[in-house]
């Protein structure tokens, strides 16, 4: 069977070039990027050829920009679409709200009017545990009610999924799934490519493994008076290579037609609550090296303790975490030591 052309946006992003990865280790798939590189490099390109030998096709475009959007769909016939490009940094989201509402709406709606113009009826989204606030009952699964969002972030999520909801009872031949996961962290195997934030990280495990390694004097973690077991708050961290495998399964699931409704939401989790604390110790104990952290003030937009029932994705797609905080905290580890080595 000849191979499905799949649009990765925001394909430079740290879940976008591990999904690429995947695809291109996968047979049935050749692999068009685009990416506005707000905060990626170029040289994530450069190591998912490296890491899987294969080249493929790349755009630099603002997503917001329908005109310049609408040259990929012109010029390449789209089997699918699996859309990461979003700004992501909740802290950010409360500082610039208008920032995260133009940039993380106005992306989808052009993605979907392109979509109707083209005649391109798969996507997968890239939602957000995030859409759960602040919830009174763990684990959340896909019913849990959707409560209002902590952020301005975390509503752009809430509001694109609506937005696939209300296609999808408009276009009933389009098909789209979003898929709710939670903290990735890790890195590739390879130790090749792994979070690459631009200018400071807001999220904790790249801060954990900068200040390991000499990038950061210290760590502050933000927030230690929270009601949880140790007074820091409580995510469920995930496996970038997991969340880029469930990617890949989502669109097969979808193009192979095997979805009993053209559009559902799907948990990415490992199920396993870890505060703060618990993941710097887990670092810990993998490095060797004892962190430099001090309590800090808690940050606005922050959710207390979310984790995951993903029991539905698990029998709707055979997906599980395969990787634990050990393995995440390893891998993330290795790639910053490469990555420091090599002035990345």
Known sequence: MPKKNVLVTGGAGYIGSHTIIELLTNESYN???????????????????????????????????????????????????????????????????????????ASLVNLLSLCEKHKVENVIFSSSCSVYGNVQKLPVDENTAIPKAESPYAYTKQIGENMLTDFCRQHTSFNAIALRYFNPVGAHVSAKIGEWPIGKPNNLVPLITGTAIGKFPQLTVLGGDYPTRDGTCIRDYIHVTDIANAHVLALDYLLQHKNKHNYDVFNLGSGNGVSVLEAIAAFEKISGKKLNYKIGDRRAGDVIAVYSDSSKVQNALDWKCKHDITSMMKTAWEWEVYRTQNNF
């Open 31 to 105: 692999v068009i990027s685009v990416d506005g590189f707000f905060n990626s490099s170029p040289k994530a390109y450069t190591q998912i050829q490296q890491i899987t030998g294969k080249q493929f096709k790349t755009y630099t475009i603002d997503l917001c920009d329908e005109k310049e959007f609408d040259k990929i769909f012109t010029e390449n016939k789209i089997d699918g679409v699996i859309h990461f490009a979003a700004f992501k940094a909740v802290g950010e989201s409360v500082e610039q709200p208008l920032k995260y509402y133009h940039n993380n709406i």
